[in-house]
């Protein structure tokens, strides 16, 4: 199976901070890796897909980058609206698998 | 717009069956794949496994076969059955719609989940 590692748990930050979430998978996914948002009492939302395309309707502050085991979700300028959790999640191999979370809290 | 409800009890006793079922509205169960996933409290996400619209299947293994997929397109619903539950099963399950972006299959639709609480 295919584990991944989100880093770090949590980030505090601030409206306008650029903010950087990792994820690493435990054997090469190539692409296949997706990003999503989720907040409170609410389902997740997607926001990457191939590891770096951008889901149509999601803002361009969004990006991803990545390949193989490593890959980096980026949000470029932070809004309001983006405190949330935000969770990787990998489509090379069955049984799919997310990361464990990585929550973004006001600073 | 496509949406999806999930409906069935929110509490099961222990040792015995889960059962739910998601309504699919708003497009064609053709060519996705329908997942439950599902979220202990204050936790995170576990795929469970999916079904596509001619019946093929893919569990999670963690679940130790205990997990069975179903759907009927006639319906536009597919189901969830987990036998022999357990407090760890306690958790907030999602149905959610497969779609291949790009070369990645992903959740882009999901219902507001339902939680489902096992009691001893």
């Known amino acids: 199976d295919v584990q991944m590692t989100q880093s770090p748990s949590s980030v505090s930050a601030s409206v306008g901070d650029r903010v950087t979430i990792s994820c690493r998978a435990s054997?090469?996914?190539?692409?296949?890796l997706a990003w999503y948002q989720q907040k409170p009492g609410k389902a997740p939302n997607i926001l990457i897909f191939?590891?770096?395309s951008l889901q149509s309707g999601v803002p361009s502050r969004f990006s991803g980058s990545g390949s193989g085991t490593d890959f980096t979700l980026t949000i470029s300028s932070l809004q309001p609206e983006d405190f949330a959790t935000y969770y990787c999640?990998?489509?090379?191999?069955?049984?799919?698998?997310f990361g464990q979370g990585t929550k973004v809290e006001v600073k | 717009q496509v949406q999806l409800q999930e409906s069935g009890p929110g509490l099961v006793k222990a040792s015995e069956t889960l059962s739910l079922t998601c309504s699919v509205s708003?497009?064609?169960?053709?060519?996705?794949?329908w997942s439950w996933i599902r979220q202990p409290p204050g936790k995170g996400l576990e795929w469970l496994g999916y079904?596509?619209?001619?019946?093929?299947?893919h569990y999670n293994p963690s679940l130790k076969g205990r997990v069975t997929i179903s759907v009927d397109t006639s319906r536009n619903q597919f189901s969830l059955k987990v036998n022999s539950v357990a407090a760890a099963d306690t958790a907030l399950y999602y149905c959610?719609?497969?779609?291949?972006?790009?070369?990645?299959?992903?959740?882009?639709?999901w219902g507001q989940g339902t939680l489902v609480t096992v009691s001893s």
């Open positions: 959610a719609r497969g779609s291949l972006l790009g070369s990645t299959l992903v959740f882009d639709y």
């Open positions: 708003g497009g064609s169960m053709n060519t996705y794949f």
């Open positions: 079904i596509n619209y001619i019946g093929s299947t």
């Open positions: 054997h090469d996914i190539s692409s296949w």
């Open positions: 191939d590891a770096s």
């Open positions: 999640q990998q489509a090379s191999s069955f049984p799919y698998s």
